[in-house]
T-cell receptor, first 115, second 111 residues
Framework: DAGVIQSPRHEVTEMGQEVTLRCKPISGHDYLFWYRQTMMRGLELLIYFNNNVPIDDSGMPEDRFSAKMPNASFSTLKIQPSEPRDSAVYFC?????????????FGPGTRLTVL | EDQVTQSPEALRLQEGESSSLNCSYTVSGLRGLFWYRQDPGKGPEFLFTLYSAGEEKEKERLKATLTKKESFLHITAPKPEDSATYLCAVGSHFGNEKLTFGTGTRLTIIP
């Protein structure tokens, strides 16, 4: 398996623009997670899905952020409008149900810079 | 609210110089404590899961231990390739699949 795939790897945009990050989880995994990593706050969970259904979005910072999972092999994280404080590395991870202590597999991340 | 604190923030060791990284945690019902390794420009990579106090796990030069309040990652005779950021995370029985991460320890092994 190719692992978790994220695109783009790098994104530079201007304040106010819409940004869409994409993720393809590992085939057969039931859970999908979106994280944000910054030097100040470390790795923070934004939202996670189980079988394509959002379960916990309490980490989503505000209404400018939205996430969707239209099918088992694809998810998006959208920021509209983007702000400089959204600059961070965004990771997608997936895991498999049935493993009581789910190991999460992370993608390579998308480095977002908002000017 | 679950909390994880890692120390030190950064650690520089000579090759072969053993040491330990600390992860202190507070959680409502520990489901598991997780250690990850993160190389620059990459996503975290899973190392270990510990489930109950007293448990230990080993992988090559790494050994993770767990008490009711903290976990240690012991590194024995490290090599330069062990240089990375090591992240600790906890999962709670009350948090479903959510993991709470610490900010990590950046380890540098000097040849």
């Amino acid at each position: 398996d190719a692992g978790v795939i994220q695109s783009p790897r790098h994104e530079v945009t201007e304040m106010g623009q819409e940004v869409t990050l994409r993720c393809k989880p590992i085939s057969g995994h039931d859970y999908l997670f979106w994280y944000r990593q910054t030097m100040m706050r470390g790795l923070e969970l934004l939202i996670y899905f189980n079988n394509n259904v959002p379960i916990d979005d309490s980490g989503m910072p505000e209404d400018r952020f939205s996430a969707k999972m239209p099918n088992a092999s694809f998810s998006t994280l959208k920021i509209q409008p983007s702000e400089p404080r959204d600059s961070a590395v965004y990771f997608c991870a997936s895991s498999q149900a049935g493993n009581a202590y789910n190991e999460q597999f992370f993608g390579p991340g998308t480095r977002l810079t908002v000017l | 609210e679950d909390q994880v604190t890692q120390s030190p923030e950064a650690l520089r060791l000579q090759e072969g110089e053993s040491s330990s990284l600390n992860c202190s945690y507070t959680v409502s019902g520990l489901r598991g404590l997780f250690w990850y390794r993160q190389d620059p420009g990459k996503g975290p990579e899973f190392l270990f899961t510990l489930y109950s106090a007293g448990e230990e796990k080993e992988k090559e030069r790494l050994k993770a231990t767990l008490t009711k309040k903290e976990s240690f990652l012991h590194i024995t005779a490290p090599k330069p390739e062990d240089s990375a950021t090591y992240l600790c995370a906890v999962g709670s029985h009350f948090g479903n699949e959510k993991l709470t991460f610490g900010t990590g320890t950046r380890l540098t092994i000097i040849p």
